[in-house]
């Protein structure tokens, strides 16, 4: 069987254009190299001399450090023409310009995380979010976390170890990904106590249970249910209601809202989504939320309400291990910025596509249609939603482009054409035809989403 080349010898003849770069690593990789070499010698492939490997060390060590795309760690950008705003298997909630300059300019050095500028001595962990999230909402503290459900288990942490958390039969969700609140609960050691029915819970229902000294209810936990809709016969207690009668008996309210939006979601034609104010408003001790779904940011969990809870969530151990980095908390603080600046609907890419108009759409589409060839796409009506777990059953009408197929088959085809190409479009199929939704592209990617349709078109018919 032929052998390889040396390792030694791919190593001399990659050290030149390797540069400065740490001896150890190029090694390893040239070992890499070497072995996967032999493997394909003994598999029948033809032999390639030293020079030959010695360039795909520099290659794969370029792949490394960004000078050339590695696709198994490079995030590969796509175009979103789902008609899912918030779609959980793309990222969620594309940042705002502000937040990702926010976030470069905290990566990039040091910065006051936790120093008073005019004492010099330890100070709150970059409070500036905080700061927005109690001007935002009207709470007199606020605390983020990495995601909503480490600010849940934080939040019913407070019940105690063995401690009992008070929860309706129905708002025992999953919040996703096989997460589910009796989990949660369970995971951060107290105790759940179901209260009422899955479709019919009343404040009566938590009253008995809270008067019962052998269920020790420390807290009430209320559970938004923003990934799916009860209807019929259904009933849920009012929340102010609810509150008083957990305060009169002791008993911390603590409210999970989920998506959390921080403007009127009827502003953009989609039914009343409960917000952080609202919630607070109506005697809840603690609200949490998201900062990737309806807030529109980097991924945190949002925790607001009574200054002596806060101060006790941000001494528990737990809070260290979810404490998110400098770079999320500054695109948090400056994405949060945006709302209080009165900008957020213009400037939050969610806001932004869940505000934008049906004329726009279709103007955009029509131009979409127009770089394609003659009878290859129909600019249609289509119905986006919102995703991410957030207003659940509302749709927004929408504009699209939709593209013939002969069959489902070939509707498929074309999908994974779009899928497969550069860059990646994620569309969906309806009936027998792909379609592309323009609320969930950004303006500035048409010309992109023109021409990746037109490469994907080709090499259909190419099959």
Known sequence: MTRPPGVERVLAAARPAAGDRDPAAILAVAREVVDEERARLRANGAPRDAAELGAEVVARLEAFDGSAVDRGTEPIRVINATGVVVHTNLGRAGWPRAAIDAARRAAEGSILLEMDRTTGRRGPRFAAAEEHLVALTGAEAALV?????????????????????????????????GVRIPEILRRAGVRLVEVGTTNRTRVADFEAALADPKARIRVVLRVHPSNFVQSGFVEAPDAAALAEVAHRHGTIVADDLGSGALLPTERVGLAHEPTP????????????????????????????????LIERLRRDPLARAIRPDKTILAAVAATLALYRGGRAMA??????????TLP?????????????REGAADVVALDAT????????????????????????????????????EPPVIA???????????RTVAPSEDPALAAAIARAIARALEH
């Open 145 to 177: 976390v990495t995601n909503n459900a480490a600010a849940i288990a934080l939040a019913v942490g407070l019940a105690g170890r063995g401690g009992g958390v008070a929860v309706s039969r129905g708002e025992l969700v999953e919040i996703g990904g």
């Open 277 to 308: 104010r609202e919630r607070l408003a109506a005697g809840a001790d603690l609200v949490t939320f998201s900062g990737d779904k309806l807030v529109g940011g980097p991924q945190a969990g949002l925790v607001v309400g009574r200054r002596d």
């Open 347 to 356: 400037e939050v890419p969610v806001w932004r596509m869940l505000a934008a």
């Open 360 to 372: 726009e759409l279709r103007a955009r589409a029509d131009a979409v249609a127009a770089e394609l």
């Open 386 to 421: 919102v995703g991410g777990g957030s207003v659940p059953g509302e749709t927004l009408p929408s504009v699209g482009i939709a593209l013939e197929a002969t069959n489902g088959r070939a509707a498929t085809g074309l999908l994974a054409c779009l899928r497969e190409g």
């Open 428 to 438: 969906r199929i309806e009936g027998d035809r792909v379609v592309l939704d323009l």
